[in-house]
């Protein structure tokens, strides 16, 4: 399967969800679209990083997806980067203090087990190692 179908096929999934709640859905795939490996593990995360969005979000607000490249020179920030798929699902829900994410997603945080899952959730926990298990980053 390719990358931006697999992103398509959750979103469609999910819209009914989110459009009985007022939610608005935008889809802007920009990347070079690839075939993937593992499409049952990307799907299990891209469905967690929607269901994320819609459980903190505002009836009108809108949930976005895109993709793009990390481009040598433009937004890569290392080579090693460059040619690597970006992808955003964004939303304008109450969010997380930037300085709570770090101990929100550590496993050796003092921060209790069910006050991370309060603000983010295990599935995200859990979507947040299996990124990272593959050498690539989720924020």
Same mark, same amino acid.
């Given at each position: 399967?390719?990358?931006?179908?697999?992103?398509?096929?959750?979103?469609? &999934?999910?819209?009914?969800?989110?459009?009985?709640?007022?939610?608005? &859905?935008?889809?802007?795939?920009?990347?070079?679209?690839?075939?993937?490996?593992?499409?049952?593990?990307?799907?299990?995360?891209?469905?967690?990083?929607?269901?994320?969005?819609?459980?903190?979000?505002?009836?009108?607000?809108?949930?976005?997806?895109?993709?793009?490249?990390?481009?040598?020179?433009?937004?890569?920030?290392?080579?090693?980067?460059?040619?690597?798929?970006?992808?955003?699902?964004?939303?304008?829900?109450?969010?997380?203090?930037?300085?709570?994410?770090?101990?929100?997603?550590?496993?050796?945080?003092? &921060?209790?087990?069910?006050?991370?899952?309060?603000?983010?959730?295990?599935?995200?926990?859990?979507?947040?190692?299996?990124?990272?298990?593959?050498?690539?980053?989720?924020?």
């Amino acid at each position: 399967m390719n990358l931006h179908g697999l992103l398509k096929s959750v979103a469609e &999934m999910y819209r009914s969800k989110i459009t009985e709640k007022g939610i608005g &859905m935008e889809v802007k795939l920009k990347a070079d679209d690839r075939y993937i490996g593992y499409p049952a593990r990307l799907q299990q995360i891209f469905w967690d990083l929607i269901k994320n969005s819609e459980k903190f979000i505002l009836s009108g607000s809108t949930i976005s997806i895109h993709s793009s490249m990390y481009l040598p020179g433009q937004n890569a920030k290392h080579l090693e980067d460059s040619g690597k798929i970006h992808i955003e699902i964004i939303d304008t829900g109450i969010g997380i203090e930037p300085e709570l994410l770090p101990p929100v997603f550590s496993k050796r945080s003092n &921060m209790g087990e069910r006050a991370r899952e309060r603000l983010v959730g295990s599935d995200l926990i859990f979507s947040k190692n299996l990124v990272e298990a593959h050498s690539n980053t989720i924020l």
